[in-house]
């Protein structure tokens, strides 16, 4: 087999940002470097906390997990402990993590891993809020040509928003983060609200998670129950959009996902429509393009992959 890709998974679990990291874990195509944790979803204290439950959930307490920013650049944080419940991981009842977490700043953590290992070794996974990934990038900016690729969770264009009319959370819990990494020059693959909407957490297939009959299986299907509730009744669908284990089954088989290479630019004057990203799908203007901007899914596929690597564990 060929080497496994290394990967930062820079995330606020949150528990779709949870089976993410459960993917990447059971997947030997991927090497998880380290997991950086950012405020959004609920406070860095505790998504620095769950990653750590998550990654001994697994089975991997060797995991390194580094903390990082505790706001956004310019903006008040805003969290979402309305989806996610007020510990970020509501649904199973995970013990307290007892691996530790790293002494070493998140931003530290991803300009010296850049700096150090071979260019166009590092793929960066962000599932959240993007103040850590422009953090480094504005601190140390010879990273940026050595970044393999940034596969992200985040914004939306067809589908519009989740949070406000326009803004999707990520983009708009740190939109001034997002247009510095937007316009960053680095490889971008985008996945959006588009292809996250149509990867819905059926019963079926919450059932098919319940099914493996192993601790991950039992607590993927509880924290699935508890962070579909708030969609369905949003929605009005059976089971909600898993968004970010979009961008781990990305690296893995980027043939489950169709989109197209176009410019993405983000909004950050306008309160109104505050984080909207802007996609030029039609291509109607000059500007470069940017980002391979995701648009369908293969769901089956997915969920497919999904229950057959969680089931590794
Ligand atoms: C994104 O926001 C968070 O609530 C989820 O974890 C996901 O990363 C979806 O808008
Ligand atoms: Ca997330």
Redesign the pocket.
């Known amino acids: 087999m060929a080497e496994a890709r290394k990967i930062i998974i820079d995330t ?1 679990p ?1 528990q ?2 949870a089976v993410a990291i459960l993917l990447a874990l059971a997947s030997p195509e991927l090497e998880v470097i380290g997991i950086t944790a950012v405020a ?2 609920v406070p860095l204290s505790l998504t620095s906390k769950n990653a750590r439950k998550i990654c001994e959930l697994a089975g991997r307490p060797g995991t390194k997990v580094f903390a990082g920013a505790d706001r956004p650049l310019m903006r008040q944080l805003v969290t ?1 402990e309305e ?2 419940g007020q510990t970020g991981l509501n649904g199973p009842d995970l013990p307290e993590p007892t691996m530790p977490l790293q002494a070493q700043h998140a931003v530290d953590f991803i300009v010296e891993t850049l700096m150090r290992e071979e260019s166009g070794a590092v793929t960066l996974c962000p ?2 809020p993007l103040t850590n990934v422009a953090l480094a990038l504005v601190r140390e900016p010879r990273i940026a040509p050595r970044i393999r690729e940034i596969v992200l ?1 985040g914004g939306g264009y067809f589908e519009q928003g ?1 949070v406000t009319p326009s803004a ?3 983009i708009y819990v740190d939109p001034h983060a997002a247009d510095i990494v937007f316009r960053s020059g680095v490889p971008i693959v985008m996945m959006p ?1 588009d292809v996250t909407h149509k990867a819905l957490t059926t019963a079926a297939r919450v059932a098919a998670f319940r099914a493996l009959g192993t601790g991950v299986g039992e607590a993927t299907a509880r924290m699935l129950e508890f962070f579909e509730r708030f969609d369905e009744e949003k929605y009005g669908t059976d089971g909600g959009p898993l ?2 284990p979009c961008v781990i089954a990305w690296l893995l088989r980027p043939d489950l996902f169709k989109g197209r290479h176009c410019n993405v630019a983000v909004e950050t004057a306008s309160e109104l429509t505050m984080g909207a990203t802007i996609v030029d799908w039609w291509g109607v203007t000059q500007r470069p393009r940017n980002a391979h901007v995701m648009r369908d899914i293969d769901h089956e596929g997915f969920f497919a992959l999904l229950v057959e690597r969680l089931g590794r564990l």
Do not use: I, S, Y
Request: charged share 25%; hydrophobic share 30%; net charge negative.
């Open positions: 606020d949150g779709d940002d959004g979803n979402a989806v996610h599932l959240g969770m989740n999707e959370f990520n609200l968004h970010d």
